[in-house]
Nanobody, 123 residues
Framework: QLQASGGGLVQTGGSLRLSCAFSGRTFRPYTIGWFRQAPGKEREFVAVINRSGNTRYGDSVRGRFTVSRDNANFMASLQMNSLKPEDTAVYYC???????????????????WGQGTLVTVSS
């Protein structure tokens, strides 16, 4: 299971740090993806970190967001800086042990999902 937390209300230009707690026997083999979904829009890829610590970011967040993982504590994090109103969405973390590089950005590639945490950026 996955549990995302850390969402809230922040002003434009502010920062938030989201956390994703993983419940399972092992965490290291999993690739962790972050997605978001704004009202009326499709789920959007935000960032991913694989078992080797390699990362990829969506075009709209690259340079502002940083994904990381703490294998010892079964946690992943998403540091969000320079937030904009268009970053407002429910943010989800997802996990997969088998996803391949070419489909990291496809939500269908992830078997496990957290419940989501709401981020609201006020203008």
């Amino acid at each position: 299971q996955l549990q995302a937390s850390g969402g809230g209300l922040v002003q434009t230009g502010g920062s938030l740090r989201l956390s994703c707690a993983f419940s399972g026997r092992t965490f290291r083999p999993y690739t962790i993806g972050w997605f978001r979904q704004a009202p009326g829009k499709e789920r959007e890829f935000v960032a991913v970190i694989n078992r080797s610590g390699n990362t990829r970011y969506g075009d709209s967040v690259r340079g502002r967001f940083t994904v990381s993982r703490d294998n010892a504590n079964f946690m992943a994090s998403l540091q969000m800086n320079s937030l904009k109103p268009e970053d407002t969405a429910v943010y989800y973390c997802a996990a997969s042990q088998t996803i391949i590089y070419s489909v990291y950005e496809d939500p269908e590639g992830y078997a496990f999902w957290g419940q989501g945490t709401l981020v609201t950026v006020s203008s």
